[in-house]
């Protein structure tokens, strides 16, 4: 045998051996949970990437950032990652909004740990990415000495810290309130009862929504408004090398946890209560009950009593006017398609 047939009888076994491998992983892929936790995971990836490296520049680069480049960062970054996982998942890439979306029956709760965990590894792996595209910038910046708080501070890249002039509960509250908006604003882009985006423009209406509340209310807590923004990032600069001090600061770790899950559960319930249960939701009016007939159960291709009635009446007509026997029109025969509008 050449060289050349055994290499090609390896290649033909390789595609043998690999072939029900490739099936496999292709089947499992296919599967709706699977596919809504890898689309949570890019898309929270996307969003993070964009966020965070905004965020890398204002910290590390005097000149090449600002906080309103964070906000165009965080802002943009969403609206791509609704356009990533749109259509799959729904793009929630936050825990907050898919608590309120089970809490409120738009979503089964057992779609919850699926879209959270997703949320919570992309989240991580775009803090571990922006760490090793900025990690000589941050060497750099700090002298090697990784801290959370002082002038040199740089874990506040990665997640959110509470002002000096804050308290632990002013901060809470304000993370209540900044989350509820953000709930109460999606859901009317969203309702297709009331007057949502323009088909097409979710996203980029979603991403200008994140600008204005970082524009407008992100000043006092960096506004997080997202658990699965906040905690995983957290827990990479634990394991990177900031140490405990991340979690020891004001305590503040957990807020950005649950605050969250409670403004966007009453940010849900108030846009319910006080703007969508005011929608009247009208019946569907049947312009061609022919249609509606057509939808719902197996019509028999003859013509119907009314047919019939109006047909010999049509024939009666034809026979007195022209003083001729009236012929019977045939009923319609099963390849004549009638035209919906």
Same mark, same amino acid.
């Given at each position: 045998?050449?060289?050349?047939?055994?290499?090609?009888?390896?290649?033909?076994?390789?595609?043998?051996?690999?072939?029900?491998?490739?099936?496999?992983?292709?089947?499992?892929?296919?599967?709706?949970?699977?596919?809504?936790?890898?689309?949570?995971?890019?898309?929270?990836?996307?969003?993070?990437?964009?966020?965070?490296?905004?965020?890398?520049?204002? $910290? #590390? *680069?005097?000149?090449? !950032? @600002? =906080? +309103?480049?964070?906000?165009?960062?965080? &802002?943009?970054?969403? /609206?791509?990652?609704?356009?990533?996982?749109?259509?799959?998942?729904?793009?929630?890439?936050?825990?907050?909004?898919?608590?309120?979306?089970?809490?409120?029956?738009?979503?089964?709760?057992?779609?919850?740990?699926?879209? $959270? #965990? *997703?949320?919570?590894? !992309? @989240? =991580? +792996?775009?803090?571990?990415?922006?760490? &090793?595209?900025?990690? /000589?910038?941050?060497?750099?910046?700090?002298?090697?000495?990784?801290?959370?708080?002082?002038?040199?501070?740089?874990?506040?890249?990665?997640?959110?810290?509470?002002?000096?002039?804050?308290?632990?509960?002013?901060?809470?509250?304000?993370?209540?309130?900044?989350?509820?908006? +953000?709930?109460?604003?999606?859901?009317?882009?969203?309702?297709?009862?009331?007057?949502?985006?323009?088909?097409?423009?979710?996203?980029?209406?979603?991403?200008?929504?994140?600008?204005?509340?970082?524009?407008?209310?992100?000043?006092?807590?960096?506004?997080?408004?997202?658990?699965?923004?906040?905690?995983?990032?957290?827990?990479?600069?634990?394991?990177?090398?900031?140490?405990?001090?991340?979690?020891?600061?004001?305590?503040?770790?957990?807020?950005?946890?649950?605050?969250?899950?409670?403004?966007?559960?009453?940010?849900?319930?108030?846009?319910?209560?006080?703007?969508?249960?005011?929608?009247?939701?009208?019946?569907?009016?049947?312009?061609?009950?022919?249609?509606?007939?057509?939808?719902?159960?197996?019509?028999?291709?003859?013509?119907?009593?009314?047919?019939?009635?109006?047909?010999?009446?049509?024939?009666?007509?034809?026979?007195?006017?022209?003083?001729?026997?009236?012929?019977?029109?045939?009923?319609?025969?099963?390849?004549?398609?009638?035209?919906?509008?």
């Amino acid at each position: 045998m050449t060289q050349a047939e055994e290499n090609k009888g390896s290649t033909c076994r390789g595609r043998m051996i690999s072939s029900p491998v490739v099936i496999r992983m292709q089947a499992i892929l296919q599967k709706e949970m699977v596919r809504e936790f890898l689309a949570e995971l890019m898309s929270t990836f996307v969003m993070m990437v964009f966020g965070l490296g905004s965020v890398a520049h204002m $910290v #590390l *680069g005097e000149k090449f !950032g @600002s =906080f +309103l480049g964070v906000n165009l960062g965080f &802002g943009f970054g969403v /609206a791509l990652g609704v356009h990533v996982a749109g259509n799959i998942s729904g793009a929630h890439m936050n825990a907050a909004v898919t608590f309120t979306n089970c809490a409120l029956g738009r979503l089964p709760w057992k779609k919850f740990p699926v879209y $959270v #965990l *997703g949320q919570f590894v !992309g @989240s =991580f +792996l775009a803090a571990a990415s922006i760490y &090793g595209i900025f990690y /000589a910038a941050i060497m750099d910046f700090t002298g090697g000495h990784l801290t959370a708080t002082g002038p040199v501070a740089t874990a506040n890249i990665f997640a959110t810290y509470l002002p000096d002039y804050m308290t632990l509960w002013q901060g809470f509250l304000d993370e209540v309130f900044v989350t509820g908006m +953000l709930q109460l604003c999606l859901f009317a882009i969203t309702d297709k009862r009331n007057n949502p985006a323009l088909p097409g423009t979710q996203a980029l209406v979603i991403g200008i929504l994140v600008v204005i509340i970082g524009v407008s209310l992100g000043m006092n807590t960096g506004y997080a408004i997202n658990p699965s923004r906040d905690l995983p990032p957290r827990f990479f600069t634990f394991i990177a090398g900031w140490g405990t001090e991340v979690f020891r600061i004001k305590n503040w770790w957990w807020v950005p946890v649950v605050a969250p899950l409670l403004g966007a559960y009453l940010g849900g319930i108030i846009y319910v209560v006080f703007v969508g249960s005011t929608i009247p939701r009208e019946p569907p009016i049947l312009e061609n009950p022919v249609e509606f007939e057509d939808h719902q159960a197996p019509v028999l291709p003859k013509t119907t009593p009314h047919q019939t009635a109006n047909s010999s009446l049509a024939s009666v007509s034809v026979s007195l006017d022209n003083r001729t026997p009236a012929q019977p029109i045939p009923p319609l025969s099963d390849n004549i398609q009638v035209q919906q509008f």
